[in-house]
């Protein structure tokens, strides 16, 4: 989580931002609604929890995110 908060603030390119200001928000709306309901008992909304985890830490990695910055 916070690799993905300190990802928005850094100074990458707006694509990666957007891509970790997505994936911050649905994985925050999972793991609130998680505290109510039994919802990780559902596999399609366990492979979405994975699906956003990975999409944080292929995004917030230094190469990909300064990449499409450097080529400008």
Partial sequence: MARCLWGVVQDIDYTSRLFLAAAFTGLTGLLVHGMVDTIFFRPP???????????????????????????R
């Fill in 45 to 71: 909304l366990q492979i979405l929890f994975w699906f956003l985890l990975a999409l944080i830490a292929i995004v917030s990695r230094d190469e990909l995110a300064y990449q499409h910055q450097l080529t």
